[in-house]
């Protein structure tokens, strides 16, 4: 075999590694690697936008279970792949970024686009690697992608010089090494069942990356045995089907006053997967005094607040596979307490109108659940439109969902193109508002060039409608910076050569939603809706927490995890 450069070297690893896509916007300071490309297995995504490039990269991460993989040029294509790294920073998603950089002759000169790539990644990566040695290629990959897995999952860079890309590096890639998955102790798994079954109101809540459909069926059906309630944690309302009879809903932005309250009344809280942050916990205010059993795969419990009684470094598939009987964890303890909060998710979930002018979300997002198939994929970005979907759009297993649990704007639209390209048999719809809808909505264009058909959900209430909310709180009467002029959006849809429909009136929007769909094309409804509707109310879900303060401490309903 003839020695290869250094750039065709590193699209050798990636293919070793099952890399199915990658997600780019050209550069010339790593055109090795696209010409290695060019041969490859693998799939080269162009995006419109390196912002747009890094989202979709998240979202392969999320639906596939391996590392989603961007490229990028040096100075401002990584500058303006830097919300994508912070997202997969703060949600702990596995990810690797390539930056092409300056030739090694001219760094350090302030040479054309020249930038510190650790000055920049060094605070939201797990690691920033520069390839300065062009025998090291296959293994700065290989470390990368291993890395990126291990411990607390997250984003890891590799600064690819240009100069170096172009040597001759070898001719072999470098074996797999898998990450270290440990497995739960025997002992620690007995003294976590114990503690389960002394438990008079456990709460099993479940949360961040990694999750299968066989993971979260089993895991909510030994739940449900056990007789503990199981809730998710802020945008990981996938990881366990919700026809189990043991979901309770989830917590964070959004979340049911009733369920709030059901967190300060539990006497024990198991987390898989995930740990308790501020969204979790209203802003550190509640569940922080309950007994606390961790099973998280960082064994540094990065985030997490308050007392941990136990902790099991495991990923979810392990502590899963390990589980006992459910019976040793049930102890005698009764299904009144799973019940109750079963039936608190159950009324907070039945769609009840908004009132108001225009399109009434509430109506629509319940025709959605009735129409849309249960395999669906939905997306996010961030801002009060995405409440409504949380509320109102079931998932049923794993797999079903990307957004944003930092709050960035703009994922929704990048992430549904992604999601259409990996899962192309299946429905998938992004919500968004028209703020977030317009951050990236130039990914329209990768879909309509791959013949991608998502359905995109654009509520339009005429402002960054998150901050109008906090604004009258806190400044009544003074609109300042958020108001939003908006274009035709069904009519660019419609430009890509999709189905694109402008809905006014909620009798309207069913029909609209069926043609749709059953356009077989790239399709955007844009949805007016009443300014004055900022969120659904969290509070209306009959009957309140027993003994709880529920709500009284809750954020404001329009801290619906976005930054606008």
Known sequence: MPSLSAGHLIVRQ??????????????ESFLDVLDGLHDSSIDTVVCRH???????????????????????????GAANAMIAVHTAWQDATPMVLFVGLIPLTDRGRGAFQEFSLEGWFGTTAKQVMVLDDERRAAETVAAAMRLAVSGRP?????????????????T????????????????????????????????????????????????????????????????????????????????????????????????????????????????????????????????EAAGHAGRIDLHIP????????????????????????????AA?????????????????????FGLLEELLPENRILTYGAGNATIWGARYLSHHGAGSLVGPRNGAMGLAVPAAVAASLIHPGRRVVAVCG???????AQELAVAAARKAAPLIIVADNGGYGTIVAHQRRHYPHRPSGTALDNPDFAGLIRSFGGHGER??????????????????????????????????DTSNAAGTATGSTAGSTAPEPAAAGGNR
């Open 14 to 27: 990636l293919e070793e590694h099952g890399v199915a896509r990658v997600y780019t916007v050209p550069g």
């Open 50 to 76: 390196e912002g747009g490039a890094g989202f979709m990269a998240l979202a392969e991460s999320r639906l596939t279970g391996t590392p989603g993989v961007a490229m990028v040029t040096r100075g401002p």
């Open 154 to 170: 997250g984003p890891v860079i590799i600064g690819l010089p240009e100069d170096v890309l172009v040597r001759t590096a070898g």
């Open 172 to 299: 072999g890639t470098v074996p797999l090494r898998a990450p270290a998955d440990a497995e739960p102790a025997s002992r620690a798994l007995g003294e976590l069942v114990s503690r389960l079954a002394r438990a008079e109101r456990p709460l099993l809540i479940v949360g961040g990356d990694g999750w299968t459909a066989d993971d979260g069926g089993q895991l909510a059906a030994w739940a449900a045995a056990a007789r503990i309630p199981v809730a998710a944690d802020f945008r990981s309302y996938d990881a366990v089907p919700h026809l189990s009879p043991a979901w309770s809903g989830w917590l964070g932005y959004g979340r049911a006053d009733t369920l709030a309250g059901r967190l300060d009344e539990a006497d024990l809280l198991l987390f898989v997967g995930c740990a308790r942050t501020d969204v979790l916990s209203d802003g550190y205010t509640r569940g922080l005094a309950a007994e606390t059993l961790l099973v998280l795969q960082d064994p």
């Open 314 to 341: 495991a990923a979810p598939a392990a502590f899963v596979a390990a589980l006992p009987q459910p019976g040793a964890a049930r102890g005698s303890r009764s299904g009144a307490w799973m019940e109750a909060l």
């Open 344 to 364: 608190d998710q159950a009324r907070y979930s039945v769609p009840a109108a908004d009132g108001g002018t225009g399109v009434d979300l509430g109506t629509a």
């Open 434 to 440: 028209d703020g977030d809808f317009m951050m990236n």
């Open 503 to 536: 809905v006014e009136e909620t009798a309207d929007f069913g029909p609209a939603l069926e043609r749709a769909l059953g356009s077989g094309r790239l399709a955007l409804l844009h949805l007016i809706t009443d300014p004055a509707t900022m969120a659904p």
